[in-house]
């Protein structure tokens, strides 16, 4: 294999150093760093200096582990006096220092954090062939051709985030059934006390559950996916994941703290029980004015449980959202704070939307079946 482009890294950078070396292996052949080709036994650091010795072109990706790693200095160095030329490219941001100063500020850098990873790639691939670093006779392939992803790609990708939210909205409401039965027991009612149509409730709350859950991943997903566009291929479902265990435990922590902040509005009388006034009244009509207050008290009871509940999951959505974004960052750095924003947002309106459809079927499933 030949050796045409030498790739200096922090291992910290690995995975998005093996996908970059992979796709520029597809376009210019003779990629090479130090995971590629080293074999077991070999003296990796004589390896690595014959591989900056035959390289046409080096390319440095920056960021604040690589600027700390002796490793990556030296074969910068090693570069400098061999007068290779240095592709530069930024990761993630540092305040750079040395070496790495004198290369940002004189030599043209690629920012990966500006625009999609997949024009920087282009712009990247471009540089390499006029440099001569490549196998390719042709001329520079992406030249002023701006990047578009086709939207078959982007709506590819939806069904996985909605699957993945499903998911985690069955896990959100097991883990919230199995503390309200623990709860119950400790209380010493016992689940005996429950009706025999407990586990058909229980299925037909999972029906809801995973069938709200499937919707608002279908919106969340959508906003998703068209605010990432330029970033979209390399969207996996690595990155859906986690709204799981996100949904698994925000879900259940977020219903507790709705519960508690309810109560203490009870205790601290913002929400009570005015004291009916009988005064004049026969005994019928005293008993449903207190049978009406008592309504007017859980319905208001409810209504805040349920306003801090959708608020919370919300917020958890919004969270949810901010972790994928996190996540797709490893490989996309050039996601913008405004692409981050509409995600996150997108992720909450979508974990409104699951609630009401969540509730609406469960409602609509006890009203056919009588429960």
């Known amino acids: 294999m030949t050796k045409e482009i030498f790739i200096s890294y922090s291992r910290r950078d690995q995975e998005f150093v093996t996908r970059l070396a992979s796709e520029l292996n597809a376009q210019v052949a003779g990629v090479w760093f130090d995971q590629s080709t080293i074999q077991l036994g070999q003296k990796w650091h004589d390896e690595i200096m014959e591989g900056i010795r035959k390289c046409k072109a080096f390319i440095l990706v920056l960021s604040p582990d690589a600027m700390e790693s002796r490793y990556v200095r030296e074969e910068v160095n090693k570069a400098l006096e061999l007068g290779k030329t240095i592709f530069p490219v930024i990761y993630r941001p540092a305040k750079w220092a040395s070496e790495f100063e004198t290369l940002v500020r004189e030599v043209q850098t690629l920012d990966l954090r500006s625009g999609s990873y997949t024009d920087n790639f282009q712009k990247l691939v471009d540089g390499l062939i006029e440099a001569g670093a490549a ?32 998911l985690g909205w069955l896990v959100f409401w097991i883990v919230g059934i199995i503390l309200l039965s623990i709860i119950t027991v400790i209380q010493g009612d016992g689940l005996s006390d429950l009706t025999s149509d407990y586990p058909t409730a229980l299925f037909l709350i999972f ?3 995973g069938t709200g859950g499937f919707t608002g991943g279908l919106l969340a997903g ?19 994941a986690p709204s799981i265990r996100i949904w698994a435990v925000s879900g259940p922590l977020g219903m507790l703290v709705s519960l508690l902040l309810t109560f203490l509005m009870v205790a601290i009388g913002a929400i009570g ?19 009406g207050e008592v ?18 999951w919300f917020l958890t959505g919004v969270f949810a959202g901010r972790l994928a974004i996190r996540h797709i960052r490893r490989l996309e750095p050039g996601i913008t704070s405004g692409q981050s924003r509409g995600v996150s947002l997108g992720w909450g309106c979508g974990a409104i939307v699951a609630v009401i459809v969540m509730t609406t079927v469960i409602g609509f499933l006890f009203s056919v079946l009588g429960l």
């Open 135 to 166: 196998e390719v006779p042709h001329e520079r392939p992406f030249l002023r051709k701006p990047a578009k992803v086709p939207l078959g790609i982007v709506f590819g990708k939806i069904p996985g985030w909605a699957f993945a939210w499903g």
């Open 207 to 209: 029906i809801g559950a």
């Open 222 to 240: 959508l906003i998703t996916m068209f605010a990432l566009r330029p970033n979209a291929p390399s969207i996996s479902w690595k990155h859906m």
């Open 273 to 291: 029980i005015r004291t009916a006034n009988c005064e004049g009244l026969g005994l019928g009509e005293c008993i449903g004015a207190i049978i």
């Open 295 to 312: 309504a007017v008290f859980l319905i208001l009871a409810i209504s805040f449980f349920l306003l801090l509940a959708v608020f919370t």
